[in-house]
């Protein structure tokens, strides 16, 4: 809706739902990013980029849900864990 709604461009709306968020909540010390030292909340989308999940109202595209570095949710997909994971 930021977009749509609000003119506002898809990295202006990916800082108001993270680190924007975060700091009005006042958690910005470890949660808002991925940055050493913070909580490992992350988020794994089914989408080519992030400007394309901005559009599509009513589609889950949620692929992996991570929080505080433990995985919450992973959607059934052909990938495995093993996938996603850095080294």
């Not at 808002?32 to 589609?59: I, N, P, W």
């Not at 849900?65 to 919450?72: F, K, Q, T």
Request: hydrophobic share 45%; glycine share 10%; charged share 20%.
């Amino acid at each position: 809706l930021g977009c749509l709604q609000m003119g506002m461009r898809p990295d202006e709306v990916i800082r108001a739902v993270t680190l924007n968020a975060a700091k009005a909540l006042g958690l910005e010390n470890d949660r808002g990013s991925l940055c050493v030292g913070k909580r490992a909340d992350v988020a794994f989308f089914t989408v080519s980029g992030y400007q394309e999940m901005l559009y599509h109202f009513g589609v889950n595209h949620l692929a992996q849900l991570w929080i505080a570095g433990d995985p919450v949710l992973i959607a059934e997909t052909e990938l495995q864990t093993e996938d996603y994971l850095l080294n």
